[in-house]
Antibody, heavy 119, light 108 residues
């Protein structure tokens, strides 16, 4: 069974940093492209970042470019999101999501971890 | 960036009735469109990809159609567990991947 389990969320002050993790199991993690998607309270879904299976290709949404860094450790079956210079508008539930086998939709999602940026 | 819109914002339907949800793209996305269902407090769940292919385990009452810029998700006979928010997502031109704002299906 495919499982994605996020951790690392919490309350942080504006300008602060946080590192999210996503532990993957039930599939060959190193073969799959991965993403982070977020959802502000009561709002819709927003794609945040993408990383290829090897980690060689990375993309970011304009809203987080230069502040967030996505990475992965295939030996540990883990995906990460380093978030710096956090703003109030970064407050959201952050989901890790796996790309499908053949196309760029999200076939599995974690349960999400809440990040709250507030003083 | 491709902008996705969805209508209506809220759809009130009685159990057993048919629900028709619309999604529009600001430019052609071919058939590279997915639909997701999200219930309160839960992660989104993939329903449809390739505009019309049901994901594994999705009941046949869910169907998708369309191509280019106009897409439809139909739920043929609403069950109690289908009341949720539905999002469309294009993956034809990215980054960025973009979602529609969602349609909430609630009980009439």
């Amino acid at each position: 069974e495919v499982q994605l389990v996020e951790s690392g969320g919490g309350l942080v002050q504006p300008g602060g940093s946080l590192r999210l993790s996503c532990a993957a199991s039930g599939f060959t993690f190193s073969s799959y492209e991965m993403n982070w998607v977020r959802q502000a309270p009561g709002k819709g879904l927003e794609w945040v970042s993408y990383i290829s299976s090897s980690g060689s290709t990375i993309y970011y949404a304009d809203s987080v470019k230069g502040r967030f860094t996505i990475s992965r450790d295939n030996a540990k079956n883990s995906l990460y999101l380093q978030m710096n210079s956090l703003r109030a508008e970064d407050t959201a539930v952050y989901y890790c999501a796996r790309y499908g086998d053949y196309e760029y939709y999200f076939d599995y999602w974690g349960q999400g971890t809440l990040v709250t940026v507030s003083s | 960036e491709i902008v996705m819109t969805q209508s209506p914002a809220t759809l009130s339907v009685s159990p057993g009735e048919r629900a028709t949800l619309s999604c529009r793209a600001s430019q052609s996305v071919s058939s590279n469109l997915a639909w997701y269902q999200q219930k309160p407090g839960q992660a989104p769940r993939l329903l449809i990809y390739g505009a019309s292919t049901r994901a594994t385990g999705i009941p046949a009452r869910f169907s998708g159609s369309g191509s280019g810029t106009e897409f439809t998700l139909t739920i043929s006979s609403l069950q109690s567990e289908d009341f949720a928010v539905y999002y469309c997502q294009q993956y034809n031109n990215w980054p960025p991947l973009t979602f529609g704002p969602g349609t909430k299906v609630d009980i009439k």
